[in-house]
């Protein structure tokens, strides 16, 4: 329930209060006043899109703040929470500002928002009716809203149950009519596939194989100079003696050596230095018995291996070409490319698998179609006839609201049936749409009609109807009037209306105040009680907040309405 709305710098309010609360408020006012931007506001804080050309000539922008009472829990306590605010004490405040620039910027229970959350957040507490509306009830998609709002927990469970089903069917559907249109190009695709498998498979390529060629080849090509450094250096560090003398460089440490030692018998300061030559002879023996072993190893044919070599990294530089760009990824490609043929491959299998099920699918959800249909045929025939009898107590009582069902002849996620609404002026006229068998007060009244009916089904928190009781007069206009009352009864209703006899059955009347007062028309929003409230449905009557038999009508008015009330 809407609490209260402040409204500033919006259209030719300056700056407003609108005390709301529960029961029936109805806003009344002079032409211009500003009635309709209390709507405008009300649209702004349920996420409707914000028009630049609103916002009030010489201020900064356009503010609307709304308080609302809500459960602590439940779905719109989860979305706020979602959107990173909270409730304070059950009361959550929505805001949202508009630039004279055209920019928005909205808050959910304190933190900044999407505007689409408020748009989430308004369809749960708010459903608003006005001169749009009316079109709107005209179309068939609004038609079986309508009509399935009233339906309720039944069609709703049919409807979970047909749209799982529909769902699969038009995936498969989808997936099966993708499979059959690319048969031809998917079976290429797994002929290439075969060719690429059994050429990676023919060559077995090894992860790191290609780096190790690269290097045996490397070794292979310069294997003249590799064994003629290797010989010279061996010769170096072992060689036959020449002459007598050491020519090589173990020769050489262990003539030193000899030296020493001899020479360390007189000076125990050389032993350390005979040590070092010991253990560097061990290293040197140790270098020339590696070199030794590298020569014993070198290839005596090195041309036919290195032949060998080049054409193996050949072929592997053709799988890269194909299916690289690097060798890890021609083996990933025999990996994956298997996996896709094995999908490939098993087409045939897959496309029958999916027509069996698009085929039983289809069973199923033509039966579930029929319980849909079944569900709102019946819901239609108790639409029909409770919205009649509302229309009978509204001055239409020869009027009958038709609700038919009728099947559209194809299926979509809400079922294959065609709603329509269509009015019988009386019981010898022929049913007509609502489009064309209704005029604007009649549509007013078949749309409050069926909130009426409606709200035993599907409550709502709040109702906002904005001149629902245009073109009506007279009693009617008092059973409006009355309607209205009772759907406060379990509601909160919110009615901007120009007429006294709807405004007799508030619980909670508020005016709209113009002040003419210099260049600028600013208005903003009284609470009316006693004598003020009957001036003021003295005007509305007559045109004349002073007249005596005015006021006169309107007492009579406001203590008819509180008899007509429960």
Do not use: C
Request: no cysteine.
């Amino acid at each position: 329930m809407i609490e209260e709305i402040s409204i500033r710098g919006l259209g030719v309010i300056g700056a407003a209060t609108l005390p709301l609360g529960p029961g029936l408020t109805v806003l009344t006012g002079e032409t211009g006043a500003g009635k309709t931007m209390v709507v405008t506001a009300l649209g702004l804080l349920l996420g409707e899109r914000a028009d630049a050309g609103a916002v009030r000539a010489g201020t900064a922008s356009a503010s609307v703040e709304g308080r609302w009472s809500v459960p602590s829990d439940g779905v719109v306590a989860d979305r706020v929470r979602d959107a990173g605010g909270d409730l304070d004490d059950g009361e959550l405040i929505l805001a949202r500002s508009v630039s004279p620039e055209g920019r928005s910027r909205a808050v959910v229970g304190g933190r900044s928002a999407p505007v689409g959350v408020l748009g989430e957040i308004g369809q749960q507490l708010v459903v608003v009716h006005g001169q749009s509306d009316q079109l709107r009830l005209r179309s068939a998609t609004a038609q079986r809203a309508t009509l399935d709002r009233f339906a309720g927990a039944p069609l709703d469970a049919a409807l979970d149950a047909y749209r799982a089903v529909f769902d699969r069917w038009q995936h498969g559907q989808g997936e099966l009519e993708v499979l059959r249109a690319e048969r031809d190009r998917r079976a290429r695709e797994a002929d290439g596939l075969r060719v690429a498998m059994a050429e990676i498979e023919e060559a077995a390529p090894v992860p790191g194989e290609d780096a190790e060629l690269g290097e045996r080849a490397e070794r292979l090509a310069n294997l003249e100079d590799l064994r003629l450094a290797a010989s010279v250096a061996h010769e170096q560090l072992s060689s036959e003696e020449v002459g007598g003398e050491p020519a090589d460089v173990l020769g050489l440490l262990d003539a030193a050596r000899r030296g020493l030692e001899r020479a360390a018998a007189h000076d125990a300061a050389l032993e350390p230095v005979v040590q070092a030559l010991r253990e560097v002879s061990y290293l040197a023996v140790d270098a020339a018995a590696q070199v030794s072993g590298y020569l014993a190893g070198l290839d005596a044919d090195g041309s036919r291996e290195l032949e060998a070599v080049q054409d193996r990294r050949a072929v592997l530089a053709g799988l890269v070409r194909k299916y690289g760009p690097e060798l890890a990824d021609v083996i990933e490609y025999a990996t994956t490319g298997g996996a896709r043929l094995l999908e490939l491959d098993t087409d045939g299998d897959r496309i029958a698998a999916l027509e069996a099920q698009v085929t039983a699918d289809r069973d199923a959800l033509v039966a579930l179609a029929d319980e849909v249909s079944a569900v709102r045929a019946a819901a239609a025939a108790r639409l029909g006839n409770r919205v009649s009898g509302e229309l009978t107590a509204l001055a239409m009582a020869a009027a009958r609201l038709v609700v038919e069902v009728s099947d559209r002849g194809d299926y979509t996620p809400t079922g294959r049936d065609a709603v329509s609404f269509l009015l019988q002026p009386h019981a010898d006229a022929e049913p007509r749409p609502l489009g064309r068998g209704a005029s604007g007060g009649e549509l007013s009244r078949v749309m409050l009609a069926i909130e009426v009916v409606i709200a035993g089904a599907d409550p709502v928190p709040t109702f906002v109807f904005d001149e629902v009781d245009a073109g009506v007069g007279g009693a009617a206009a008092i059973e409006v009037g009355r309607r209205l009352a009772g759907l406060a009864l379990t509601s909160q209703v919110i009615v901007v209306t120009h007429l006294a006899q709807v405004a007799a059955f508030a619980t909670n009347h508020l005016r709209v105040v113009k002040d003419a007062g210099g260049a600028v028309t600013a208005s903003s929003v009284e609470r009316l009680e006693g004598e003020e409230r009957a001036s003021e449905m003295a005007r509305l009557l007559s045109g004349l907040s002073d007249s005596g038999t005015g006021l006169e009508h309107a007492r009579e008015l406001i203590e008819t309405a509180r008899s007509l009330v429960p």
